[in-house]
């Protein structure tokens, strides 16, 4: 059954003329994102007319928010994306099933290689490629890096106060803490803030660290991401009340707790700019010189 249905679409992509055409193509027209940072970035490359459909997850910009959905990195609608004859998906992470679909119809294929800070650039120059605007990543990759310059000259020969960051944890207690380690552009925020993760030796990305772990770690300031977190004072008093039933940790002590609650706090894309540059007031307590979003 599955063989004739990538047959049929085949010959769907054939008669509708979306025949898939490889990397050194003119540039992609039906794009299809199973990323939500790719999305971003290539609207930020003045190409969100050609994005047809994106995953479950995409909620930026607000334009795409009426943009088919075909599911996402483990449940993806292999249906529906044949339906919007795409002719470049672009994927962050792995699904066998994406893949093999783009394989069998020769439909271009780009992997978000996003997990460091500096794979941004990367991927914007990529895609910038892909879309044929090359002159707007420029500008896009400078602006970034001009950025992410300003605040590492704002905190240079500062101490570096020791950082948690919470990546998910229990609601109800501090249990199930999965933080970021080496590898990731969450530890790269916190290096380019000016403090030192306090987990950034362990090998594992997102690790699970248990309470006596943090405890031992000794974190001077908690950053807790949660982009689900509305403005309700007292449920984080709550949270903040969890830490302090954990023991003697120094960020405790000082109330250095807190919340970074934006929509885009886990999604590393140009915009992440201001992500650290409010993890960088919160670390040093003042402002820091930026220029306006890209």
Not at 207 to 224: D, F, H, M, N, W
């Amino acid at each position: 059954m599955k063989s004739i249905l990538l047959t049929a679409a085949a010959a769907i992509l054939a008669l509708a003329g979306g025949d898939p055409q490889p990397h050194a193509a003119p540039p992609a027209q039906r794009i299809i994102t199973i990323a939500p940072n790719s999305a971003e970035i290539i609207c930020a490359l003045d190409a969100c007319d050609r994005i047809v459909g994106v995953d479950k997850f995409c909620t930026y910009p607000p334009s795409l928010a009426d943009r088919p959905r075909v599911g996402g990195l483990f449940d993806p609608d292999l249906e529906k994306i044949v339906s919007l004859r795409p002719d470049l998906i672009v994927l962050r992470g792995h699904s066998e099933s994406v893949e093999k679909l783009c394989r069998d119809l020769k439909i271009n294929l780009y992997l978000d290689p996003t997990e460091k800070l500096a794979d941004i650039k990367t991927c914007i120059t990529d895609l910038a490629r892909l879309t044929g605007k090359e002159a707007r990543g420029r500008q896009l990759v400078d602006d970034f890096q001009a950025r992410l310059a300003a605040i590492r000259a704002s905190v240079a020969g500062k101490p570096r106060p020791r950082v948690l960051l919470t990546v998910s944890r229990r609601p109800d207690r501090i249990a199930s803490v999965t933080t970021a380690a080496k590898g990731t552009f969450l530890d790269d925020m916190i290096e380019v803030a000016g403090g030192v993760n306090v987990f950034g030796h362990l090998e594992m990305a997102y690790p699970q660290v248990s309470a006596e772990g943090i405890l031992t770690a000794r974190p001077e300031v908690i950053l807790e991401l949660m982009p689900e977190l509305n403005a309700n004072d007292k449920l984080r008093e709550e949270l903040r009340a969890q830490w302090a039933a954990v023991g003697p940790i120094p960020a405790v002590k000082t109330g250095r707790i807190h919340f970074l609650t934006d929509a885009n706090v886990l999604i590393p894309s140009p915009r992440y700019a201001e992500i650290i540059e409010k993890a960088t007031r919160l670390l040093h307590g003042q402002p820091t010189s930026s220029s306006a979003p890209p």
